[in-house]
């Protein structure tokens, strides 16, 4: 009866994985990039610095075949939890000999670590988990090459944590239908999105002339010259993946859990490497506003032909993008 139910339960996983091919390559990027930004946080890239340094082929297999031998092999033996625990304390000891950094910031990444690899190693399998790890030294070599290529990393984690999630029983384009993204009532959406920019932006620049009429002005001095540091792939972004990640994530994943004030308020928050109060305050009422038009028409595609107008529009004032 025991071995009958494991089979069962067994063939139900392996439809599931059938049914939504790319969902164990979506959750490998998206453990790869938490990793290499924990990475950062939290051991300054000691370990990322440490395989740079080897043979990159040699990184490569060894970062996989720890995690086929973790999560594969030891996993399948003695569980995940004593699994877990035996990766805990080899990986303690190595890494202090091998990085010298302070043992509670190394113990916090490797359970960071150990939980992200358990949990994609719960919902698919030991292969993932290596793949993850590749993704992980993958993304540390691309960061090596172009310092802004943890910008495209981070979009590309955006886009995937949901489509990910949506991704249990169905395929991509069943993900992306979730979040209203479909041929239905396409030119309809769009026509919203690009009326939706006209209405931001006199909006904003109805605060902008009250503020000023105020004697108040703006302190956008600091985005321009931010702006003017982006290297040009990071521009191009800026209207075309970076709308489509930053909509998923935050009004298709967040707005529907957190609500519009909360996840608005996140966005916000995530605009404030700029160093501006009126940026911040504006990306929260352009936030709060396509949550709204998500609210309003089921579909992200407004929101995100808006978002990408908006991001276009103030490039071109900002002088880095040409539109005549």
Known sequence: MASASYNLLGSAVALRRRSSGLSPYFGAFCAGCALFFA??????FADVKFFL??????AFILLALGELFFRGWLWDKLGG??????FLLVFL????????????????FLLVYGALMSFLRVREDGWTCALA????????????S?????????QLFLLSVPLYFRMRWKGLAGALGDFGIKREGLLRNVLFGVLATFAIMLALIGVSLALYLLHYGNDLGGVREKIDSFPQFVVLMAFTLTPFAEEIFFRGLLFPI???LASSLVFAASHYQYGSIFEIGAAF????FWCWLYKKTGSLIPSIVSHALFNLISLSLAGRVGLG
Do not use: C
């Not at 990475?39 to 300054?44: A, H, T, W």
């Not at 340094?53 to 040699?58: I, Q, R, V």
């Not at 939890?81 to 035996?86: F, G, H, M």
């Open 258 to 260: 957190l609500g519009a």
């Open 285 to 288: 009422f352009v936030a709060y």
């Open 146 to 154: 172009e310092p802004y290529f943890q910008t495209i990393a981070l």
């Open 81 to 86: 939890a004593l699994s877990l625990v035996l």
């Open 53 to 58: 340094g080897m043979d990159w082929g040699l």
């Open 93 to 108: 000891f190595g890494y202090q000999m091998l990085f010298a950094v302070e043992i509670p910031r190394l113990l916090f």
């Open 39 to 44: 990475s950062g946080v939290l051991l300054n």
């Open 133 to 144: 790890a590749i993704a992980y030294f993958g993304i540390a070599l691309g960061a090596k």
